[in-house]
Nanobody, 126 residues
Framework: QVQLEESGGGLVQTGGSLRLSCAAS????????MGWFRQAPGKEREFVGA??????????TYADSVKGRFTISRDNVKTAVYLQMNSLKPEDTAVYYC?????????????????WGQGTQVTVSS
């Protein structure tokens, strides 16, 4: 059983930056691909990005809406995954969740998501 806890959300102006963290505990962190999702009020959950399991070389994938602005990284020592968000826009306002899954493809497709965090609110003011 893996527990995930997000932090780092807050209020930021358009064009600003935030770094979200997701701390993992209670399981084999390196066995999972990790992803970030978001959900705005009245909207469906949206894939943001994912990073592969820790191997010799990790790979990441992003939604088109955030590509070039957001970067995912992971730290196998701290068992954490991060989402660096730059050039934020009002449409990025949402609750952001991290999740663990078998592969980045499965996370991107929203399939077989093993564990979820409780989420952290990000609000971008115009």
């Amino acid at each position: 059983q893996v527990q995930l806890e997000e932090s780092g959300g807050g209020l930021v102006q358009t064009g600003g930056s935030l770094r979200l963290s997701c701390a993992a505990s209670g399981g084999s962190f390196s066995s999972y691909a990790m992803g970030w999702f978001r959900q705005a009020p009245g909207k469906e959950r949206e894939f943001v990005g994912a990073i592969s399991k820790i191997t010799s070389s990790t790979t990441s994938t992003y939604a088109d809406s955030v590509k070039g602005r957001f970067t995912i990284s992971r730290d196998n020592v701290k068992t954490a995954v991060y989402l660096q968000m730059n050039s934020l826009k009002p449409e990025d306002t949402a609750v952001y969740y991290c999740a663990a899954g078998p592969t980045t493809s499965a996370l991107r497709a929203g399939l077989t998501l093993y564990y979820w965090g409780q989420g952290t609110q990000v609000t971008v003011s115009s």
